[in-house]
């Protein structure tokens, strides 16, 4: 059964000098290090991103970013799957290690959004939905208001779950909002998408994390 024995993370912030690659590779150091492993004991890799591609045009980010951290003649897969590109690098590289094709696999998420002068990507052309308006936050403040309708959820409550995530983020000294907010303060927020502020909608910001992922014969002399 896989483990993870190993966890990396960047900062996670508007960061305009830096790449989608510095800041997969930071990630991937920093969990490398964790792990007590070096890059010639990877045995395969997966690297998600949701945006990257189509910003910057190459598909290969994935490649260029296990090379800068040394991981050679492996297999690198680059995972696209939008919001759920990280997670669904780690089930990859979960069931790599479960079948017992790899021993050792690592996995990096990045994101470069904050690209000043080149907005993100008008996918109206093909996208039906898109044409429509429903996109973010549009989309979810209809699903919103959709529970709202189904469940008689009230407006507090989902501001509820917003100073749940700020008290979170609080403790977390990489996170974009560290200042915790009342629920009167989210409420207060300008509108964005009815029944959702400014401070429910995500924000853009660049920043990388890695997970190292291990067989229970290799995990079993890393537990602490």
Avoid: W
Avoid at 20 to 49: H, Q, T, W, Y
Avoid at 73 to 79: K, P
Avoid at 188 to 214: E, F, H, I, K, N
């Amino acid at each position: 059964m896989a483990a993870i024995i190993g966890i990396g993370i960047t900062r996670f912030a508007p960061q305009l000098d830096r790449t989608i690659v510095s800041l997969a590779m930071e990630a991937g150091r920093a969990a490398l290090k964790d792990a007590e492993l070096r890059p010639a004991d990877i045995d395969c890799g997966f690297f998600a991103n949701a945006l990257g591609g189509r910003l910057f045009g190459d598909s290969t980010i994935g490649q260029v970013a296990f090379a800068g951290l040394g991981c050679e003649r492996i297999a690198v897969v680059n995972v696209e799957n939008a919001c759920t590109s990280g997670s669904s690098a780690f089930y990859l590289a979960r069931l790599a290690v479960d079948s017992g094709e790899a021993d050792v696999a690592l996995v990096l998420g990045s994101e470069k959004m904050c690209v000043p002068g080149l907005g993100l990507i008008d996918s109206g052309r093909s996208d039906v939905a898109t044409q429509l308006g429903l996109v973010a936050p549009a989309s979810f403040a209809l699903r919103a208001r959709r529970y709202q309708h189904e469940f008689g959820a009230t407006a507090e409550q989902f501001a509820a779950v917003t100073c749940k995530s700020r008290g979170h983020a609080a403790l977390n000294p990489l996170a974009l909002f560290r200042d915790p907010l009342t629920p009167a303060q989210v409420l207060a927020s300008p509108m964005v998408a009815s029944p959702l502020t400014r401070s429910q909608c995500c924000p853009v910001a660049d920043g990388a994390a890695a997970v190292v992922l291990a067989c229970d014969r290799i995990a079993r002399g890393r537990r602490r």
